[in-house]
């Protein structure tokens, strides 16, 4: 019996998905949050560059935030800010 397989997309590139798979929040790994200091931020998006999970956010009214459902607690972006307008806080010290 012959095997069937499925096509591969043009270069393997498999469409992102449309809407939030319970089963890939990753938040709960974390144990430290990353917490931004607004007034420190200039918004260079640094760290939007370099979080791996596409966790940071940008609105023109509030800055920079975090998509804590998806951050796992690295660090990159604290690491990277070179201002150092990002703090890792303990997940403990939140009542969430």
């Not at 609105?59 to 804590?68: H, I, K, R, T, Y």
């Amino acid at each position: 019996m012959a095997k069937v397989y499925k096509q591969v997309p043009f270069a393997a590139i498999v469409p992102s998905p449309q809407t939030e798979n319970e089963g890939m929040i990753t938040g709960n790994w974390r144990f430290l949050r990353p917490v931004v200091d607004k007034s420190q931020c200039t918004e260079c998006k640094t760290c939007y560059i370099y979080c791996p999970d596409a966790c940071v956010n940008f609105a023109e009214d509030d800055g920079v935030s975090f998509n804590l459902k998806y951050c796992k607690g690295c660090g990159i972006c604290s690491n990277v800010c070179p201002v150092g307008a990002i703090s890792r806080v303990p997940e403990l010290d939140f009542d969430e």
